[in-house]
Nanobody
Framework: QVQVVESGGGLVQPGGSLRLSCAAS????????MSWYRQAPGKQREWVAQ???????HYGDSVQGRFTISRDNAKNTAYLQMNSLKPEDTAVYYC??????????????WGQGILVTVSP
């Protein structure tokens, strides 16, 4: 069984920064892609960013140039550095981890989500 826990959310003023963390634990043999999504009130879940096992990164148009995704493979952790935050970045942010388990199963797991609020 694999679990994912997000941390680092909170309240920040427009123009400010936050760094989210996504830590995976459990019966992990290898982690493949790690991704961040977000869901604002009344809206559908939106893909934000992805980092591959080789370190390749991809971003949604709305965060390109402001957000940076990274990972620490030794810690099974991904990070989302969010700069120049805007009120429209307010959402619950979710981490998704694709992995290969110790019994060679492929799986994907979501974190519980963490709230980011951008407000004066």
């Amino acid at each position: 069984q694999v679990q994912v826990v997000e941390s680092g959310g909170g309240l920040v003023q427009p123009g400010g920064s936050l760094r989210l963390s996504c830590a995976a634990s459990g019966s992990i043999f290898r982690i493949n892609a790690m991704s961040w999504y977000r869901q604002a009130p009344g809206k559908q879940r939106e893909w934000v960013a992805q980092i591959t096992s080789g370190g390749g990164t991809h971003y949604g148009d709305s965060v390109q140039g402001r957000f940076t995704i990274s990972r620490d493979n030794a810690k099974n952790t991904a990070y989302l550095q969010m700069n120049s935050l805007k009120p429209e970045d307010t959402a619950v942010y979710y981490c998704n981890v694709n992995y290969v388990s110790t019994i060679n199963d492929n799986g994907a797991v979501w974190g519980q989500g963490i709230l980011v609020t951008v407000s004066p």
